[in-house]
């Protein structure tokens, strides 16, 4: 027990010395962010993770992401977070500034400190001179931690809009 409460000292310590030698804007901004990310719905953290891969924020896609989320997309699975930053977060973020993705429906609910998010998607891409719409569907588990609701589980597939879905072009 005394070893705990002398680690957990030190940490805090460690961590009031960071905080000092940081520059106050830098340290607000900290501060900020991790009050807003603790008092996010399940839903406000899903939009985070995907407004974070549309800024081109990597640090905060893989904050948002418990290390032990596990990553299923279009029948390949990611076994960790550092499983998926390795070989698809550059390419997620490479792609998400040219993908205008709307939610078309979402329904949310918590359980305990569970969380899940569903949400159906319709993302428009144009890449060269081609136009690709996919209807998604999103499957996001989230738990709730010290630090606010982290996703453990994420479940993406897609796939092309039937052409008779499609809204008809105007003249």
């Known amino acids: 027990m005394k070893i705990l409460l002398v680690a957990l000292l030190g940490l805090g310590l460690l961590q009031t010395a960071q ?3 940081q520059t106050p804007s830098e340290a607000q901004t900290q501060a ?48 960790s977070r550092d499983d998926w930053a390795g070989k698809q977060l550059g390419p997620a973020i490479a792609f998400a500034p040219h993908a205008q993705r709307k939610v078309l429906r979402r329904e949310s609910r918590e359980l305990g400190d569970v969380a899940w998010v569903l949400t159906m998607t319709r993302t428009t891409v144009s890449l060269a001179e081609q136009t690709l719409v996919l209807v998604g569907a999103e499957t996001a588990i989230l738990r709730l931690q ?13 796939h092309e809009e039937p052409a008779e879905a499609a809204p008809a072009a105007t003249p």
């Open 146 to 158: 010290p630090q606010g609701w982290r996703i453990v589980h994420l479940h993406w597939s897609a």
């Open 19 to 21: 905080a000092q030698a």
């Open 32 to 79: 900020q962010t991790k009050a807003q990310t603790q008092t996010q719905t399940p839903s406000q953290v899903v939009d985070a993770f995907h407004q974070a891969m549309r800024a081109n924020q990597p640090d905060r896609v893989l904050e948002l992401l418990a290390p032990e989320a596990v990553v299923y997309e279009q029948g390949f699975a990611e076994l």
